[in-house]
């Protein structure tokens, strides 16, 4: 299994940028995927996920400026990043986990998920 990001970059506060995770060695499909970021010293946190149902989620720091998608028949993850703030800046990350069992929740935190990118760093300058 292989997740590899792009698309990280320097960037003006207030302006856009789009991440991207290409999929490999998993039915990209059935897996729940997540964009997570990390600065050093602190706590991975997650920023957007996705369902295998097209379900999403976003923490209250990123809502109504990040958006999550993805395209299964190129097995990639997306995250636009819009009106983005100095405190944006991280090591942004996408992580893929397994298909849900029946009755299972789907993940939220980083210790749920099983495969991880590399990441892509983000710098968002004032």
């Known amino acids: 299994v292989q997740l590899a990001e792009s698309g990280g970059g320097s960037v003006q506060a207030g302006g856009s940028l789009t991440l991207s995770c290409e999929a490999s060695?998993?039915?990209?499909?059935?897996?729940?995927l997540g964009w997570f970021r990390q600065a050093p010293g602190k706590e991975r946190e997650v920023i957007a996920s996705?369902?295998?149902?097209?379900?999403?989620y976003y923490p209250d720091s990123v809502k109504g400026r990040f958006t999550v998608s993805k395209d299964n028949a190129k097995d990639t993850l997306y995250l636009q990043m819009n009106s983005l703030k100095p405190e944006d800046t991280d090591m942004y990350y996408c992580a893929a986990d397994h298909p849900l069992l029946p009755g299972q929740s789907p993940p939220r935190f980083p210790n749920e998920y099983n495969y991880w990118g590399r990441g892509t760093q983000v710098t968002v300058s004032s």
């Open positions: 996705l369902d295998a149902d097209g379900t999403t």
């Open positions: 060695g998993i039915v990209f499909r059935t897996y729940s």
